[in-house]
């Protein structure tokens, strides 16, 4: 096999992953530029892979777990994991990154899955909603948000608890205006934020 | 969602060579088999998923080697076209050295849109005008033949463009360029036969009366690699300032920017900047000859803010933006006094 280009970035989708989709494939084909590996050592520079518009399976790291998912170059995260995984913890509401109820991690950072694509993923972890608790033990800022009635009809809900376990991780000593500035992303059209903002403080000091 | 496929590209000669059209081109004139660069992928997504694009390929740029750095050194600061706009964010150069650009990025969109958002891709999105991002209205910008935001009665410009606003009253999505603009920072490109050429931003941005089917100059094949902004002087002040409707997040109304060299209390260059006044940003040059080579006072300030506005002409539901701009003007001049 021909070696990977040098200075491959973690998130590039390698091109290892390809074959190995590529032998698992029955959907649909991945079409590896043939023409570019022949002409590659002629060339000075490195060139990438053609993926087809159709269906390629793909391997993705989800809370810990190696996944195999087939996805086409249009899907996006958010509907790889809902339709794929059968993961629906995740919510599509604006599905244009304007409300983030569909924040999920990449290697730790909240980004909108619904304006991720799915083959951006590669090599990077993601974390949903669903590995955010361990088993049936909810994380302390999901008991704060029962405890705090910070959730009506919980469509913004498994968006904005991760922007909040994003702040604890980062910030255990939080003030108002960090929580409030941690969910500037995250819209709820039932008004539940002031519950959010006391939920998140008291979680806060519960895990101190 | 049209279905397309997806090229990785894996170098810069790479990608420009893949490329065939800009997504400008591609909403203006469909040409149907466009392949276009990617690299957040926020903006074009938004556009495909409206249906106002159908690219054939995204060629992603994303990953390029060698395109995610941030540095600064006496020449100023370098940003890889895919440096995202939370690590400028974060960045010890730009929040020590640059505050009214870590000003502008801090408040540009929200943290996990900013953890996505590259540099080359926010300068180059294109307007949230939302008659332009509708399918159902084909404006002057789609190759249509009418503004639907400037009609007096039936359209909504309350975000609008008040300056330059003759013909597509839109205005520049891009709040981080009002600020880079006022570094007077620089844009290098390489096109399709790998030849590079650097663009001061006061030259990247083209207006509509210039052509209107493009907000900006690239071509098919050019690729932004790099954005560049001179180093500040030990004596420089800046500031930036936006105005949004909700305090959580959201486009701007009206944000100024103002990079300053001060010798005490006396001004010796200028740059005043403003976003989302014109559909693209501008350099209110007559405002900053008010204060240039002179102290900054209260009655300047007043002045140089009211001549900032002088040309203005608001639309039906946006005269606010004159006393807004005024002020924050205003208030930038007396805080770099
Ligand atoms: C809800 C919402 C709110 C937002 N608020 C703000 C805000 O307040 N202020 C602000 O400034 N921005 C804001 N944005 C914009 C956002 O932060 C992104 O910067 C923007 O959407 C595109 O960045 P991207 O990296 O995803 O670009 P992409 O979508 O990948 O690309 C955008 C364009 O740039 C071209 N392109 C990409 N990379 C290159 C390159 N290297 N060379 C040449 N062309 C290239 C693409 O072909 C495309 O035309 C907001 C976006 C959303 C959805
Ligand atoms: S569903 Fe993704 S941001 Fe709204
Ligand atoms: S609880 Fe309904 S949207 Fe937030």
Request: charged fraction near 25%; charge should be neutral; aromatic fraction near 6%.
């Amino acid at each position: 096999m021909k070696k990977l280009a040098s200075g491959k970035s973690k998130k590039s989708i390698s091109r290892r992953g390809f074959i190995r989709g590529a032998g698992l494939t029955t959907a649909g084909t991945v079409v590896l530029n043939s023409g570019v590996l022949a002409f590659e050592h002629k060339e000075s520079y490195p060139k990438g892979d053609l993926i087809a518009e159709g269906a390629v399976e793909i391997k993705m790291k989800v809370n810990g777990l190696s996944r195999t998912l087939s996805v086409e170059p249009r899907t996006t995260l958010a509907d790889a994991l809902r339709d794929q995984l059968d993961m629906t913890g995740t919510k599509i509401v604006c599905d244009r990154g304007s409300c983030s109820a569909c924040t999920v991690y990449l290697d730790g950072k909240p980004i909108n899955s619904c304006m991720t694509m799915a083959l951006d993923v590669g090599q990077q972890e993601v974390t949903t909603i669903e590995g955010i608790s361990s088993g049936e033990k909810l994380h302390p800022v999901q008991e704060a948000f029962i405890e705090h009635d910070a959730t009506q009809c919980g469509y913004c809900t498994p968006g904005m608890v991760m922007s909040c376990v994003h702040l604890l991780k980062h910030n255990s000593n939080p003030t108002l205006d960090d929580v409030k500035h941690a969910t500037r992303g995250n819209l709820c059209r039932c008004g539940t934020y002031p519950h959010v903002f006391k939920a998140t403080l008291s979680a806060a000091e519960k895990m101190k | 969602m049209n279905k397309f496929s997806w090229y990785e590209a894996k170098s810069v000669e790479d990608a420009v060579k893949q490329v065939n059209n800009t997504v400008s081109e591609e909403l203006y004139l469909p040409s149907g088999k466009a392949a276009i660069f990617k690299s957040g992928g926020i903006d074009v997504l938004d556009l495909v998923k409206e249906g106002l694009i159908q690219p054939k390929t995204i060629v992603n740029v994303r990953n390029i080697p060698g395109l995610n750095k941030i540095s600064f050194d006496d020449n100023g600061l370098r940003i890889g076209a895919n440096v995202t706009l939370a690590e400028i964010e974060g960045n010890e150069a730009v929040k020590t050295r640059y505050a009214a650009l870590h000003e502008a990025v801090a408040h540009a969109a929200t943290p996990q849109l900013r953890n996505m958002s590259t540099i080359a891709g926010n300068l180059a999105q294109r307007t949230r005008c939302w008659y332009f991002r509708s399918s159902d209205h084909p404006c002057f910008r789609k190759g249509g033949d009418k503004c639907f935001a400037k009609h007096s009665e039936t359209g909504q410009n309350e975000n609008h463009a008040i300056l330059e606003n003759d013909r597509c009253v839109s205005v520049y999505a891009s709040s981080v360029a009002t600020a880079l603009l006022a570094y007077q920072g620089s844009v290098m490109i390489t096109n399709g036969k790998m030849e590079s050429r650097q663009v001061p931003l006061s030259e990247f941005f083209v207006a509509p009366d210039q052509d209107v089917s493009r907000e900006n100059i690239l071509e098919p094949n050019d690729l932004i690699t790099e954005i560049s902004v001179p180093a500040p002087d030990m004596n420089t002040k800046s500031y930036y300032s936006k105005q949004v409707q909700r305090a959580s997040y959201d486009w701007s109304m009206a944000d100024v920017a103002i990079v300053a060299q001060m010798n005490g209390d006396t001004c010796e260059k200028i740059t005043i900047t403003l976003g989302a006044a014109a559909p693209i940003p501008i350099r209110a040059y007559e405002a900053e000859k008010i204060v240039l080579n002179k102290k900054i006072n209260e009655e300047r300030a007043t002045r140089a803010a009211k001549v900032a506005m002088e040309n203005a002409k608001p639309l039906s539901k946006n005269s606010y933006k004159l006393p807004l701009f005024e002020s924050i003007i205003k208030q930038g001049l007396l805080e770099i006094a």
